[in-house]
Every structure is written in C-alpha cells, then in structure tokens.
C-alpha cells in the first residue's frame, strides 16, 4: 500500500525510493555508519574481555542497581519520545515540547547516574592514564593494580561507555534545539556552568563539560542563521536518532555490565 | 522543503497518526521485561558461556523492538527496510569473520 503511495505524489522528479523524506533517508544513513562505529568499540571490549586473564570484574551489586536504573530512564525516555512524535503529527505543538523535555529530563538523569558510576571506578582504581589522580583515594583503591596490569579494560570501557554518553549528551542538545529552539541556549550555557563548576578539577566531567559550550556556540550559529519552526518531520528525524541512542545500551548494559558482574 | 519532499513527509505523518499509543506501551513494558531478566540471570551464577548466549538473544529482541516500533521501520517500505538492515547486517559479519579465528578462546580461556 504504501509503495503504491509513492506514485501518487505529483511531482516533476521520481518517485523517492524508500518512500519518504530525504531528511529522514540521510538520519538513517549517518546511524548506519554510526552502528559501525559502536560496533567496532563492543568487539574491541570482548576481544579484550575474552583473551585477557585478569580481567577485573568491578560491577558490584550497587553498580548493577545505578546501571539498570540508568536502561530504566534511556527506555522510558524513548517512550516519551514517541509520544512527543505521535503529539507531533496530530498537531498538539504544548503535548510535543512536553514530551521532548521529558525525554530530555530522562536523558540527563541517565548522563548523571552514569557520570556518578564513572566517578566510583575511578576512585576505585580503574582509571585512565589521561584522568588526573583522586587526591587520598589511591592507597584504599580497589583496583589500583588493574590500571597496570590490564590496560585494555580501562581503555576499552571508558572508550566505548565514553563515545555512548557523549552521544546521549548531543541528544540531549539536539532534542533541546527541535523543543525550544533559541531559548535553549541560555539553557545550555547555565547547564555548561553548573558542570564546569560543580565538578572537582580531579575529575574528567570538569574539562568534558566544555563539549556543552562548543555545542551552545555551534547551536547559536545554526539557530541565528537559519532560524525555523521545526516540523513533525525535524521530530521525528531527532526521534530516530534518540532511539539509536537507546539501542546501543541496549548491547552496552549486558556486554559489559552484567558480564563483568561481582556479585556476591 | 520542496513539493515531493513535503508530500512524503505529510504520507509519513498520516501513518503516524493511525498508531494507537497502547502499542507503545506495550513495547515499553516488553523493553523493561527483558532487562528484569537479564538483571535476574546476572544473580543467578549462571555459566558465562550460556549467560551471553541469553544475554545476546534477548538484546537482539529488544532491538528488533526498538528498531520495528520505535524506529517504524516496521512500517516503511521493505526496499527501505532490506536495504538499511541487510547492510549493517553485513558489515557487522565481516567484524565478526575478522573477529572469528579468536572467538573459540571464550571455551577455554572463558569469561570469569
């Protein structure tokens, strides 16, 4: 049925191949290459996990619970953002910026909640050679040896869990730009603020939180030079990209959660 | 946006709007199901080898999930749907053949 649709759309070029709006062809055309991306990172996490003796295995029970509640938001917040799609196309302009903030709000509680799982490892011990030293924290670590003795653990999760939050961050940005268009960036300059400065200089959030400056400087060009009513179209691209977002925990949370589990 | 592209995107909104929200919640309710039970199984000591094979299956369910419902691939055109699927499909194989020759190590050397 919807095949046949396509010839019943006048116009002076061919029909569209797959059906629908080019805007939407090339969102699935960049999360394509980006599965390919994740992909990479995850068979670079079990390639390790699986040939190297030692791995540390650090998800406690409390680890577990913080990163399950975390699937817990990403799901709920791909929920809201169908519902702010639906909202979208039935042309209920206040349901659809709901339901964006909504997902918003679940996205930055997921960001938080991972943030703080971050912070716990490296206090532990598991950390980069990049991170700075948690002052009074590295004769108690846990894992104080781990950083030696099996690089690639330390390399291959904050890589991978890294490339993941940096990604639910964008979403947040992206789906912040499509609600509230201008208004957002004030937004997004106290969030950058609040991260800058709330965040102690030991840890990485402190230098990361500059990736939302470099994105209100980005969004401000974009929104002055090409200021637009985003339409249920712009929704529903940003919502493809969102559920992307949720998809790749989905692989994330098992592979290296739960299999890494220290649960006694 | 031009002519043709409003259409398509005006054909698209019209299929949106004949989706029920129960559906939705549904595919939610099914989503948080599975993860319970990956986090069940995580506290059961299962052996490793068998833990991912369930671990895997069920993250392939939730994202077939993700991908038909919320993503509506399931209600796009099948050029659209073979074209995306197949060739992520086969690129994530040729990860795995180049992966392969090692991935016999997981019998002996083992996730512990």
């Known amino acids: 049925m919807a095949e046949s649709a396509l010839h019943d759309i006048p116009s002076a070029y061919e029909p569209s191949l797959f059906g629908t709006y080019s805007k939407k062809i090339g969102m699935w055309l960049f999360l394509l290459s980006d599965s390919l991306t994740f992909g990479a990172l995850l068979y670079a996490y079990s390639y390790g996990r699986i040939s190297t003796e030692g791995w540390p295995t650090p998800f406690h029970s409390q680890s577990i619970i913080n990163a399950t509640i975390m699937t817990a938001f990403l799901l709920t917040s791909s929920l809201t953002m169908v519902l702010a799609v639906r909202a979208s196309v039935h042309g209920d302009a206040k349901g659809q910026r709901l339901w964006l903030i909504a997902t918003m709000l679940c996205g930055t509680g997921f960001i938080v909640l991972h943030g703080r799982e971050w912070s716990n490892l490296i206090a532990e011990g598991l950390t980069l050679p990049m991170f700075p030293k948690v002052p009074g924290h590295e004769a108690a670590s846990e894992f104080v040896n781990v950083s030696k003795t099996v690089p690639q653990f330390g390399a291959t999760f904050f890589g991978l869990t890294g490339m993941h939050m940096l990604h639910v961050t964008l979403g947040v940005i992206y789906l912040g730009v499509v609600a509230l268009r201008r208004k957002f960036i004030p937004i997004l300059l106290v969030l950058w603020l609040v991260a800058w400065l709330g965040t102690p200089v030991y840890s990485p959030f402190h230098y990361g939180a500059h990736v939302l400056l470099i994105a209100a400087i980005v969004c401000s060009i974009i929104l002055w030079l090409k200021p637009k009513v985003y339409d249920s179209s712009d929704v529903e691209v940003a919502g493809l990209y969102w559920h992307f977002v949720d998809l790749v925990w989905m692989f994330i949370f098992p592979l290296v959660y739960l299999m890494s589990a220290k649960i006694l | ?112």
């Not at chain 2, 909104?13 to 549904?26: D, I, M, S, T, V």
């Not at chain 2, 050029?79 to 194989?93: D, E, H, P, Q, Y």
């Open chain 2, 1 to 112: 946006m031009d002519t043709i592209q409003q259409a398509l995107a005006e054909r698209v909104a019209e299929e949106h709007r004949h989706h029920g929200k129960a559906l939705f919640f549904w595919v939610w309710g099914a989503l948080l199901a599975m993860t319970a039970i990956e986090v069940y199984l995580t506290y059961q000591n299962l052996q490793p080898v068998k833990m991912l094979t369930i671990l895997l299956g069920l993250s392939f369910v939730k994202a077939a999930l993700i991908i038909g419902y919320f993503m509506h691939l399931k209600y796009e055109v099948s050029r659209m749907k073979w074209l995306t699927m197949g060739s992520v499909v086969a690129c994530l194989i040729l990860m795995t053949i180049f992966f392969f020759p090692d991935a016999f190590r997981i019998l002996h050397l083992g996730v512990k």
